[in-house]
């Protein structure tokens, strides 16, 4: 459990797929061409839908009771693919200059995402932004993916923060109902495809167009709650 006091600086947690990189409509493209590999196509608006869950919901929402025989097939044509798309990766405008911004306010950083190793490290590198980082957590740190609150839980130990002194900022509304199961404050951005009415449904307490909107509001967004 976290152990600063109250008055220790609190923390800022982070998606990146959709939130801080440009990735989520690679991510749409790459499973698409991955279920029709495997004689299951499916609608690339449901895929988009799906995107931000952990890969083994994800595949369970899509594939039904075939995931038992497609799963790991689609899975494994999915990372082929989208690591083909890997140089259309980009940070959003602001991106990096918002985690700089929050570190340099006091705040810790955590990145917490839903990628697996090799694309954590594509992303990464993507960002440039490590030296920032107060720590990244990611799929291989937990058991349940989002909307389960693991990673969101996992993301405080790292920042040896409370809930109450958290934010989490992210694009989908898995990751809103991730931060709200575990007692964190969320605010969204628009930048991964999820309109403002589905994040505020899901929890969000304040919703921007990306992170650079984010970025010009710092001072009087949510964020400043944690400095």
């Not at 600063?4 to 440009?22: K, N, Y």
């Not at 090799?118 to 957590?137: F, H, N, W, Y």
């Not at 931060?179 to 994040?199: F, H, I, K, Q, T």
């Amino acid at each position: 459990m976290p152990t600063t006091p109250e008055s220790s600086p609190g923390a800022v947690l982070l998606d990146i797929d959709g939130t801080l990189v440009d990735s989520n409509y690679l991510h749409v493209h790459a499973w698409v061409q991955a279920f029709a590999e495997v004689d299951r196509p499916v609608d690339a608006w449901r895929v988009h839908r799906a995107i931000g869950m952990g890969s083994s919901l994800l595949l369970a929402a899509l594939l039904g009771d075939a995931v038992h025989e497609l799963g790991d097939r689609a899975k494994k044509r999915h990372t082929e693919h989208y690591a083909e798309l890997a140089e259309l990766q980009r940070p959003f405008p602001g991106a990096r200059e918002l985690v700089r911004a929050i570190a340099d306010r006091g705040a810790r950083t955590v990145l917490a995402t839903s990628a697996g190793p090799e694309e954590l490290e594509r992303l990464l590198a993507v960002l440039d932004v490590e030296d920032a980082l107060t720590g990244v957590t990611s799929a291989k740190d937990v058991e349940e993916a989002k909307p389960d609150p693991d990673l969101v839980l996992t993301a405080l130990e790292v920042a040896d923060v409370a809930p109450g002194r958290a934010v989490l900022v992210g694009d989908t509304v898995w990751d809103v109902q991730a931060a709200e199961r575990a007692g964190v404050r969320r605010v969204g951005v628009l930048s991964g495809g999820v309109s403002e009415a589905e994040l505020r449904d899901a929890g969000a307490v304040a919703v921007y167009r990306d992170v650079a909107a984010l970025l010009d509001d710092l001072d009087d967004s949510p964020l400043a709650q944690t400095w």
